[in-house]
Each structure stands twice: as C-alpha cells, then as structure tokens.
C-alpha cells in the first residue's frame, strides 16, 4: 500500500484511482457507492462493519442507511472536502472485506 496522506489529489490521480474501484463514482467532489441487500438489518450490519473499518483507518464516511440500501460517501474534510488517499484506501478496504 502507498504511504497515505491527507494531500488532495488531482482530477488525473482521482480518475487513475477510480478505475480500480468498481462500483464506485465521484458524485458532488465525493467518492460515492450504494449497496443493496436483501434486507434492512442486513444493511445496518455492513453499515455497522464499515464503522469498525473506518475506525481502524481512522477516516469515517458518511453512511446512509434506507431501506435495503446503504450508500457509503467519502471526503477528507481536513482536505476542504477533497479527495484524498485515504478515501480510495478505505473504499479499497470496504470492497476488499465486505464487498
């Protein structure tokens, strides 16, 4: 894994990077995914395993959680609310453990 920073990428490095998360879209300057399951407290427990990943990594993300649905939006705040390493790292994570 690259050494992570907290350094805003550039439009050429998001788009390098999004390539290798399927699935994933950058919506509003956000990475963004929304999950389905078969149930909502299916959901609330993916939603719950994305807060333990998150906390390890210490960089947390916006969950939204609907009916069947879980929608993950990523952002570093303490880069204006640009896109940084650590959001690709913790989508990576998200889809590598949970996906």
Do not use: C
Not at 18 to 36: D, I, M, N, Q, S
Not at 53 to 73: C, S
Not at 78 to 84: H, P, Q
Request: charged content about 20%; hydrophobic content about 40%; proline content about 3%.
């Amino acid at each position: 894994m690259a050494e992570l920073s907290y350094d805003r990428l550039s439009d050429t490095e998001i788009a390098d990077r999004l390539v290798r998360l399927p699935g994933w879209t950058v919506e509003h300057g956000a990475l963004t995914r929304l999950y389905t399951f078969p149930t909502y407290a299916s959901g609330v427990v993916f939603a719950s395993a994305v807060g333990y990943l998150a906390d390890a990594l210490n960089h947390h993300p916006d969950l939204t959680i609907g009916y069947q649905k879980v929608r993950v939006t990523l952002t570093t705040h303490d880069a204006g609310g640009g896109l940084t390493a650590y959001d690709f790292e913790l989508a990576r994570r998200i889809d590598e453990r949970l996906g």
